[in-house]
């Protein structure tokens, strides 16, 4: 089943003290980039994260909101104690004393406590409340993705009825051909006693046979479609395919129209070219 590349997903963990709570959104892009709001005290778990988000998800920009409860009071600081002595020596040393409250303004007195210093439980809860973000997330890709394959069905087969009709009125449009050129050499020739050639008169209807032949565009253009139909059944990431496929169609379409002299068949084509311009819009929205 493919995939939309837009969704929403929210997530959430406990741990002893901790609440992690996690929302995810995401939106059409070429390749997967994920945008991380993390904690402060959490943005040493980033590179972790993003390993758990790429498995779930290939392609499109995904926001992600990591919020935090602790209960406990922890503020995800810690004195360094070295720091604040080695400026209490330095101090006493040059006859100078300070107060606890100045000495914890200097630079390295309070740091931020490292991802290493970030406990298990809470580690483990972050991960868990963000895959629950994920796999919410690829549910809703999947419904959105479900109304888009819908569309796109219907689509291919108003292409597949047009082109049916197109192939349908090709024969008759060499036959008409045939009968305006016999008509109008007829009356060229009217009056003027040479004989129609009959043997030049069959070869230039060959001739224009061969030009507006659309036989070929028209197999690949149901080969492209019959690929089309089967994306449904795929299990990986097909979006870039459905992108492929959509220029080539197209292309097979405008070779239909530049062949072709007869009105009926340049409308009909004309419209394939529309509903194929949707569905590569529609293309775009899929992972």
Not at 83 to 109: F, K, N
Not at 157 to 174: L, M, Q, S, W, Y
Request: charged residues 30%; hydrophobic residues 45%; proline residues 3%.
């Amino acid at each position: 089943m493919i995939r939309s590349m837009t969704g929403f997903g929210r997530g959430q963990a406990a741990a002893g003290q901790f609440v992690v709570k996690v929302e995810a959104r995401s939106v059409n892009n070429r390749n997967l980039r994920i945008i991380w709001r993390l904690p402060e005290r959490l943005q040493g778990m980033e590179t972790d994260l993003e390993q758990i988000a790429r498995e779930f998800l290939l392609r499109g920009a995904v926001s992600v909101a990591v919020a935090l409860d602790d209960l406990s009071g922890d503020t995800g600081y810690t004195l360094d104690l070295p720091a604040i002595q080695h400026y209490r020596d330095a101090l006493r040393d040059a006859g100078e004393q300070a107060p606890l409250a100045v000495l914890l303004t200097l630079p390295g007195a309070v740091r931020r406590k490292s991802a290493e210093e970030t406990p298990p439980e809470l580690a483990a809860a972050v991960r868990d409340a963000l895959r629950a973000a994920m796999r919410e997330l690829v549910a809703s890709r999947t419904r959105e993705g479900d109304f888009i394959w819908k569309d796109m069905l219907a689509r291919c087969k108003a292409i597949g009825e047009i082109v049916d009709r197109v192939e349908g009125r090709a024969p008759a449009v060499v036959e008409e051909y045939r009968k305006r050129l016999g008509e109008r050499l007829a009356r060229l020739l009217q009056g003027s006693g040479s004989p129609l050639a009959e043997e030049d008169f069959r070869r230039e209807v060959a001739l224009f046979a061969d030009r507006c032949d659309i036989t070929e565009e028209v197999t690949r253009l149901r080969s492209h479609i019959a690929l089309m139909e089967k994306a449904g059944a795929v299990t990986e990431a097909y979006g870039r395919k459905l992108e492929f496929l959509m220029q080539e169609m197209f292309r097979e379409a405008n070779t239909m129209a530049s062949k072709s002299s007869d009105s009926a068949i340049v409308h009909d084509v004309l419209d394939v070219k529309a509903e194929i311009e949707k569905l590569r819009e529609q293309a775009l929205n899929v992972e």
